[in-house]
């Protein structure tokens, strides 16, 4: 490679990055603008629109919505990724081949279209909107990837492992947990955060099933910037940036966050 | 969790080979029980809807109506455009930046993947607000325009607005099975071509280009099918003047009220897309097969 | 192990160990894997089951560990019958092909397994860990990660891990497969020196025949589900039981003939109207007959082809050093022409036209070279080999 592409490749590259950081960068400083209305670059600077968020009772409510149900789809999604992937991975069962083909199948259905689904069947059910219909609906988004982490965890375990913790005299529940587990263990972080990710930030599936008094965080900036252009949204941005960053924080210090993602695509070994 | 172990049956095999399908089952349950209510379910009830009136009679009209009206032939058509060029648009910035990538450090690979997957790891609704902010009248965009002693154009709620969101989102898509495919190919062949006396330009048509290509096309149908399923970024940064399926898909079944058309919109939808995953996966398969036997 | 506290653990393990199957069973997806194997094992002793892949050493082998359970018949452990207990209450240290170490596991938490599961106390454990490592040469390896060593030393790490629980069996299921060469033979070596000194009942699974005769007491050769014969290495080389085990394991020379009756020194039978002799396998056919004789090429002395010239009796010359006119215990010999010779450096290959076929002979590399062309004698001593009904 010359020098000269080598510089040209740089400078694209820095284009690239700019280009992906832009409107969260823009975000995160136009919410210490003090005019009424958003502007980049910021006019002065002010933590008022962040005071204005906690003084707005349904934003902290939607949060704490929207928070409860992630973090239940997260624990749920762990749980029935975990029990799933086993069954598939180890175990002939009639209706395998068919959990299978529906698990794969849910990344190409639409999620406007699950939405809207979700929305006729379970009015045709009689279900009323509630945080556990939030939370079922969430499901269907987060339980295929946390299946596929785990069924990617478990091909690279290998069988003998648990044989010799067996013959070590290890009885199957502690075979289970002191080998089997570990096993799975980035994949059960991985799914839990996906599931927690999938669900926190979902709008379109959570627009078909909230109501007026039950809005998650999304539908309830969603509908904000609908009417209201002033940086209140742009705080409440920034704090979910921060929360994002905190996450992937931890995350990477977990797994990896790109083996996470590499994960969903293909096993490597 | 000594105690425990004597009780509990763990959900390992106890003994290799022999298959305990209630066990199997029951590990299930779960997971089967979700798509069964919360997927299957739906999804047929959806269907089922689509060949009804609003009072229940069995009817084909609904897609009747669909492709019968030239303004929903119309939203169709643009859903594909919009698909089509976000995918030109991811191809354009995602290759060279998957080149580059190729020939980084491991250090500086994982940062760029990092930025590269931020877009997914922040909210949807916030970051297309961040692009309002940006390409909006007090934007930087705006600004720099303005600065240049020109009048700024209209950025928002066009499909610009919907291609420069939607490609900020789906690089990301491009890019991984991109860098795949190029990880993939044997770093002594471009210095045996050049060895050969290829140039530069001639390596990369004749050996990267092709040889990348399986990573270009799964990219492709990635980025394809999940742009015209996408709601949130073409809903916040076209709204209504952009006409795009799964908007409405939405308006139909919360404004309009009409389910059963909505239904119909939205199972149009689905073939669209699921019917290009299917052709692409066929496309691989017959790929390897030739592999194989050529 | 040097530590006096570990001495009586090594007189017990040494009368620990007698292995029993009788009549064991097993079929895999509707075919019957294992037909019906019946084995004893000495106290103390390396026994081998040795076969290609698909014969069923290795299904025996998860018999024995428990990970299988046997379809019938019944397998003892010094007279506890354990054909139905669970891996996990039986006393058996297993060493995979894959090394199966625990990945996320330190090596020293590896070989502690075994003893955090039979709750043996922290300092003890410390101390046997630290004392088996040393054992196995690993020594200031014990916080490494398993991907952070060698094959080798993965597979002494998976060597520790079970000798550490002074199991009854050592099971060991082609642990040298995934090894170099070179390493293969050393690591085989340490581990038969190894058991030897510690006196544990040891049973290794391989396909590998050099492997088989370098470390067993006894080998059991398996195919098709059975055991096809059971004995020291040097008999199941030298003194083959079955068409199978000679083909299996090495070169041999297979010569039809018809039974005569007892010699001096083994059996005689006339093969190409010449009088050789062997050692029956099993009963001694009836007179007449059909019978098959196997020999293998190191026993064959190649001599010079004079009238009456054949065998010679037991420690009276070397292979290869045959003198003319000489007739031992063994028979007349084979006459033949010579065909081809060839320096191999730890041999010479000679191969012999007779009438009853090729006679293949592997002489030492000092031996006299016969010229091509030239008549010879083959014989061998008839302890040296086998004759079965044909």
């Known amino acids: 490679m010359t020098r000269l592409s080598r510089v040209l490749g740089g400078a694209f590259a820095a284009l690239v990055g700019l280009f992906l950081v832009a409107p969260v960068a823009v975000t995160v400083a136009s919410s210490l603008t003090a005019t009424s209305y958003v502007t980049f670059p910021p006019r002065g600077i002010t933590l008022r629109w962040y005071a204005e968020v906690f003084q707005k009772p349904e934003f902290l409510s939607s949060f704490a919505l929207s928070a409860g149900v992630a973090l239940a789809a997260a624990a749920v999604s762990a749980v029935v990724g975990l029990a799933g992937g086993l069954a598939i991975h180890r175990y002939r069962f009639p209706g395998r081949g068919l959990l299978e083909a529906v698990l794969s199948s849910a990344f190409a259905v639409p999620t406007i279209v699950l939405g809207i689904g979700l929305l006729q069947w379970f009015a045709q059910m009689g279900l009323a909107s509630s945080p556990l219909t939030l939370l079922l609906a969430h499901l269907v988004l987060t339980v295929p990837y946390a299946v596929r982490l785990v069924l990617a965890g478990l091909a690279g375990l290998d069988r003998s492992a648990e044989k010799a913790a067996a013959g070590l005299g290890a009885p199957p529940f502690l075979v289970f947990w002191h080998v089997t587990l570990p096993a799975v263990r980035g994949a059960l972080i991985g799914g839990a955060f996906f599931a927690f990710i999938t669900s926190f930030d979902d709008l379109t599936v959570a627009l078909f099933v909230v109501t007026t008094d039950l809005q998650t965080l999304p539908v309830r900036i969603f509908n904000y910037m609908q009417y209201d252009y002033d940086p209140t949204v742009t705080a409440i941005g920034t704090l979910m940036v921060l929360f994002a960053v905190v996450a992937v924080v931890v995350i990477e210090r977990f797994v990896g966050v790109a083996k996470l993602f590499g994960a969903g695509q293909e096993d490597t070994r | 969790m000594a105690a425990l172990g004597r009780l509990a049956d763990g959900p390992v095999k106890r003994r290799a080979g022999t298959p305990r399908r209630r066990t199997g089952l029951l590990l299930a349950l779960p997971a089967v029980a979700i798509f069964a209510l919360l997927f299957v379910a739906p999804l047929f009830t959806l269907v089922a809807n689509s060949f009804r009136t609003q009072t229940g009679a069995f009817t084909l009209d609904n897609y009747a109506r669909f492709l019968g009206d030239p303004f929903y032939r119309g939203v169709l058509w643009n859903t594909l455009r919009v698909a089509?060029?976000?995918?030109?648009?991811?191809?354009?910035?995602?290759?060279?930046?998957?080149?580059?990538?190729?020939?980084?450090?491991?250090?500086?690979?994982?940062?760029?993947?990092?930025?590269?997957?931020?877009?997914?790891?922040?909210?949807?609704?916030?970051?297309?607000?961040?692009?309002?902010?940006?390409?909006?009248?007090?934007?930087?965009?705006?600004?720099?325009?303005?600065?240049?002693?020109?009048?700024?154009?209209?950025?928002?709620?066009?499909?610009?607005?919907?291609?420069?969101?939607?490609?900020?989102?789906?690089?990301?898509?491009?890019?991984?099975?991109?860098?795949?495919?190029?990880?993939?190919?044997?770093?002594?062949?471009?210095?045996?071509?050049?060895?050969?006396?290829?140039?530069?330009?001639?390596?990369?048509?004749?050996?990267?280009?092709?040889?990348?290509?399986?990573?270009?096309?799964?990219?492709?149908?990635?980025?394809?099918?999940?742009?015209?399923?996408?709601?949130?970024?073409?809903?916040?940064?076209?709204?209504?003047?952009?006409?795009?399926?799964?908007?409405?898909?939405?308006?139909?079944?919360?404004?309009?009220?009409?389910?059963?058309?909505?239904?119909?919109?939205?199972?149009v939808l689905v073939v669209v897309t699921t019917g290009l995953l299917l052709g692409y996966s066929r496309l691989l398969r017959r790929g390897r097969g030739e592999a194989v036997f050529g | 192990m040097t530590s006096t506290t570990e001495a009586p653990a090594e007189a017990t393990a040494a009368r620990r160990g007698r292995l029993r199957l009788n009549g064991v069973r097993k079929a895999l997806g509707g075919k019957e894997v294992v037909s019906s194997v019946d084995l004893e094992t000495e106290p103390g002793e390396f026994l081998t089951l040795l076969g290609p892949s698909g014969c069923g050493k290795t299904t025996t082998l998860n018999m024995v560990a428990g990970h299988l359970?046997?379809?019938?018949?019944?397998?003892?452990?010094?007279?506890?019958?354990?054909?139905?207990?669970?891996?996990?209450?039986?006393?058996?240290?297993?060493?995979?092909?894959?090394?199966?170490?625990?990945?996320?596991?330190?090596?020293?938490?590896?070989?502690?397994?075994?003893?955090?599961?039979?709750?043996?106390?922290?300092?003890?454990?410390?101390?046997?860990?630290?004392?088996?490592?040393?054992?196995?040469?690993?020594?200031?390896?014990?916080?490494?990660?398993?991907?952070?060593?060698?094959?080798?030393?993965?597979?002494?790490?998976?060597?520790?891990?079970?000798?550490?629980?002074?199991?009854?069996?050592?099971?060991?299921?082609?642990?040298?497969?995934?090894?170099?060469?070179?390493?293969?033979?050393?690591?085989?070596?340490?581990?038969?020196?190894?058991?030897?000194?510690?006196?544990?009942?040891?049973?290794?699974?391989?396909?590998?025949?050099?492997?088989?005769?370098?470390?067993?007491?006894?080998?059991?050769?398996?195919?098709?589900?059975?055991?096809?014969?059971?004995?020291?290495?040097?008999?199941?080389?030298?003194?083959?039981?079955?068409?199978?085990?000679?083909?299996?394991?090495?070169?041999?020379?297979?010569?039809?003939?018809?039974?005569?009756?007892?010699?001096?020194?083994?059996?005689?039978?006339?093969?190409?109207?010449?009088?050789?002799?062997?050692?029956?396998?099993?009963?001694?056919?009836?007179?007449?007959?059909?019978?098959?004789?196997?020999?293998?090429?190191?026993?064959?002395?190649?001599?010079?082809?004079?009238?009456?010239?054949?065998?010679?009796?037991?420690?009276?010359?070397?292979?290869?050093?045959?003198?003319?006119?000489?007739?031992?215990?063994?028979?007349?010999?084979?006459?033949?022409?010579?065909?081809?010779?060839?320096?191999?450096?730890?041999?010479?290959?000679?191969?012999?036209?007779?009438?009853?076929?090729?006679?293949?002979?592997?002489?030492p590399f000092d031996a006299r070279v016969p010229a091509q062309g030239e008549e010879v004698t083959c014989s061998w001593r008839p302890s040296d080999a086998s004759l079965t009904a044909r």
């Open chain 2, 84 to 267: 089509a060029l976000t995918t030109a648009g991811c191809l354009l910035v995602g290759y060279p930046f998957a080149l580059y990538l190729r020939g980084r450090s491991p250090r500086v690979r994982n940062w760029l993947a990092l930025l590269l997957l931020s877009p997914l790891l922040i909210s949807m609704v916030i970051r297309a607000y961040g692009w309002l902010v940006v390409l909006g009248p007090a934007g930087p965009v705006a600004s720099v325009i303005a600065w240049l002693g020109l009048t700024p154009p209209q950025l928002l709620y066009n499909d610009t607005a919907v291609l420069v969101g939607m490609v900020h989102v789906m690089l990301a898509y491009m890019v991984l099975p991109l860098m795949g495919s190029l990880d993939r190919i044997d770093p002594t062949l471009v210095p045996a071509a050049k060895g050969l006396g290829a140039g530069g330009w001639t390596c990369f048509w004749r050996i990267t280009l092709p040889l990348s290509a399986p990573g270009m096309l799964a990219g492709a149908m990635i980025v394809f099918s999940l742009t015209a399923s996408s709601f949130v970024t073409p809903a916040i940064l076209g709204g209504p003047k952009v006409k795009l399926m799964p908007y409405f898909v939405y308006t139909q079944a919360t404004t309009t009220l009409d389910w059963p058309y909505a239904a119909a919109i939205g199972f």
């Open chain 3, 69 to 363: 359970t046997a379809d019938g018949g019944v397998i003892e452990v010094d007279g506890r019958d354990v054909t139905a207990v669970p891996p996990h209450r039986r006393s058996m240290g297993m060493v995979f092909q894959s090394y199966a170490l625990f990945p996320h596991m330190t090596v020293a938490d590896n070989v502690a397994f075994g003893l955090r599961m039979r709750r043996v106390p922290a300092a003890r454990r410390r101390r046997q860990v630290a004392e088996v490592l040393e054992m196995v040469g690993l020594d200031g390896l014990a916080e490494r990660h398993p991907r952070r060593l060698s094959g080798g030393q993965q597979q002494r790490a998976a060597l520790a891990r079970a000798l550490v629980i002074q199991p009854d069996l050592l099971l060991l299921d082609e642990p040298f497969s995934n090894l170099d060469a070179q390493l293969r033979v050393r690591l085989r070596d340490e581990v038969a020196a190894l058991q030897r000194r510690i006196g544990t009942t040891t049973i290794l699974v391989t396909h590998d025949q050099e492997e088989a005769l370098a470390v067993s007491d006894r080998i059991a050769v398996m195919a098709d589900g059975v055991i096809q014969q059971l004995d020291r290495p040097r008999e199941i080389y030298l003194r083959p039981a079955t068409d199978f085990v000679a083909r299996f394991i090495g070169e041999v020379n297979a010569l039809d003939g018809t039974a005569q009756g007892p010699a001096a020194d083994g059996y005689a039978c006339r093969v190409a109207g010449r009088t050789v002799a062997a050692t029956p396998a099993g009963e001694p056919p009836a007179e007449g007959a059909a019978v098959r004789l196997y020999v293998r090429p190191e026993v064959v002395r190649v001599g010079p082809g004079g009238v009456g010239s054949g065998g010679v009796g037991p420690g009276e010359v070397g292979p290869g050093e045959v003198g003319p006119g000489e007739v031992g215990a063994g028979g007349e010999g084979l006459r033949g022409t010579v065909r081809e010779t060839r320096f191999l450096g730890s041999r010479i290959r000679c191969v012999v036209a007779t009438p009853a076929g090729e006679v293949r002979a592997a002489l």
